[in-house]
């Protein structure tokens, strides 16, 4: 979407640009068929362009930072922020309106991703590319999954797409983004802002944990169909798949960014918790959740909750116990 509005002034029969992906795409009460996606695509990479110029010089300026001069450094700092503001008034946009359609995802999000990551990372770094090939087919499998649980439930196809499955796949992408630009500790090479790029991305990532949790997005509040499929319905793509991302950078990114990995651990822990407990709630409502308590079901949920806090509780100590015993094992002098 441009970042400066248009005059609304337009032919007769024409297509604003102004209004963005969501003229480009249709609307809800009429979606459009499935042999419209190169107008979709064609939409996405047109309003994305100047997310995409301002990531780039923010690689550019990451490139030519090595002797850390000033104006490199600012050029990177504002070429990040100037990206970051897009793509917030990207999401705040596709909140206001509902929902995300793929291909905004594909058109817009991932690219930026990717660029950012790579001028996190550095230049001519072992691992860059490997790490974003791989953030880049995490995202893309995330989606097709996603496509295929609402294909294989009968859930609507319209635009803006199922709340549940595009805060889900939202939320994918933010957790992705703070993995790949995640660098470790030791090098020397990174700037102080680029390095806080993790927390940017896990900062935006609160508005699809909101609406997963809270807003339109949760299917108890919402009365949304989830699908009548057993695991694999829009629950699957909305939380279960997030919290393993969430966990996976837990595990991965100790080393990296400790503060970030223990968040996203803990988000990791109540999104799974919260999937379990729709899941369950599903097998006693059906496709839609809302309603009243059935017998049985309350004492299920509990003892859920409760065996989720005892595992994360162990989990903690464990780990605290581990790095106890290897801080000592460091210190004791070698016989």
Do not use: K
């Not at 922020?81 to 793509?87: E, F, N, S, Y």
């Not at 703070?178 to 090479?189: C, L, T």
């Not at 859920?304 to 806090?309: K, V």
């Not at 790095?323 to 210190?331: G, H, V, W």
């Amino acid at each position: 979407m441009p970042f400066f509005p248009r005059h609304p002034s337009r032919r007769p029969g024409t297509i604003s640009r102004s209004s963005g992906l969501s003229s480009a795409c249709g609307s809800s009460v009429n979606p459009p068929p499935l042999g419209s996606f190169l107008p979709l695509l064609l939409a996405a990479l047109r309003d994305g362009a100047p997310v995409l110029l301002f990531a780039l010089g923010a690689v550019l300026g990451a490139r030519f930072a090595r002797g850390r001069p000033p104006a490199a450094g600012l050029a990177t700092a504002l070429a990040a922020g100037a990206a970051t503001l897009l793509l917030l008034r990207q999401l705040w946009r596709a909140g206001t309106a509902g929902g995300e359609n793929l291909a905004t995802l594909l058109g817009i999000y991932l690219p930026t991703a990717l660029l950012l990551a790579l001028a996190a990372r550095g230049p001519a770094r072992a691992g860059v590319v490997s790490g974003v090939v791989a953030a880049a087919r995490d995202l893309a499998f995330a989606t097709a999954l996603a496509v295929a649980v609402v294909v294989l439930n009968g859930l609507s196809l319209a635009v803006p797409a199922h709340p549940l499955v595009s805060a889900g796949l939202r939320l994918s992408f933010w957790v992705l983004l703070a993995e790949a630009s995640a660098v470790p500790g030791d090098r020397s090479d990174v700037s102080p802002i680029l390095r806080r790029l993790p927390y940017a991305a896990l900062a935006l990532a609160l508005e699809p944990l909101a609406v997963l949790l809270g807003g339109a997005g949760n299917p108890l509040l919402s009365g949304a169909d989830v699908g009548v499929l057993p695991i694999v319905n829009a629950l699957l793509p909305g939380y279960l798949v997030p919290s393993l991302l969430c966990a996976r950078f837990a595990v991965r990114g100790r080393a990296a960014d400790p503060i970030a990995a223990r968040i996203t651990g803990v988000v990791a822990a109540l999104l799974f918790l919260t999937w379990a407990t729709f899941e369950l709630r599903r097998l006693f409502h059906g496709a839609v959740l809302s309603g009243p308590l059935r017998p049985g079901e309350g004492l299920a949920i509990a003892l859920i909750w409760l065996a989720g806090t005892a595992a994360l509780i162990a989990a903690l100590r464990l780990r605290r116990r581990r790095a106890i015993s290897s801080r000592r094992s460091r210190s004791s002098p070698a016989r």
